[in-house]
């Protein structure tokens, strides 16, 4: 299993930013997939799954504000992370599967940062 994340990067409160996640190794399309996020100082935070019949689930905090989805065909997903906001700093992971975040695979994480 390999998940390479990438787009991350420095944005201003409001911004928006679209981070992709990579995935090869594994029969993709059944997969359900998450991402989850970790702040400086405190645990790995679920954000958003998208199942394979591509129904999505999110988290309070960014519910109306990020939109995951995944492309297939491309063996990828996407999170689309607008109205940023200071707190959504943090490292940004995609993983794979069903169960306990700190026991599924994920990939190596990309920075964002929020902040004016």
């Known amino acids: 299993v390999q998940l390479v994340e990438s787009g991350g990067g420095l944005v201003q409160p409001g911004g928006s930013l679209r981070l992709s996640c990579k995935a090869s190794?594994?029969?993709?399309?059944?997969?359900?997939m998450k991402w989850a996020r970790q702040s400086p100082g405190k645990g790995l935070e679920w954000v958003s799954t998208?199942?394979?019949?591509?129904?999505?689930y999110y988290a309070d905090s960014v519910e109306g504000r990020f939109t995951i989805s995944r492309d297939n065909s491309k063996n990828t997903i996407y999170l689309q992370m607008d109205r940023l906001e200071t707190s959504d700093t943090a490292v940004y992971y995609c993983?794979?599967?069903?169960?306990?975040?700190?026991?599924?695979?994920r990939g190596q994480g990309t920075q964002v940062t929020v902040s004016s």
């Open positions: 190794g594994f029969t993709f399309s059944d997969v359900q």
């Open positions: 998208i199942l394979g019949d591509r129904r999505t």
């Open positions: 993983l794979k599967g069903a169960g306990p975040l700190d026991s599924i695979p």
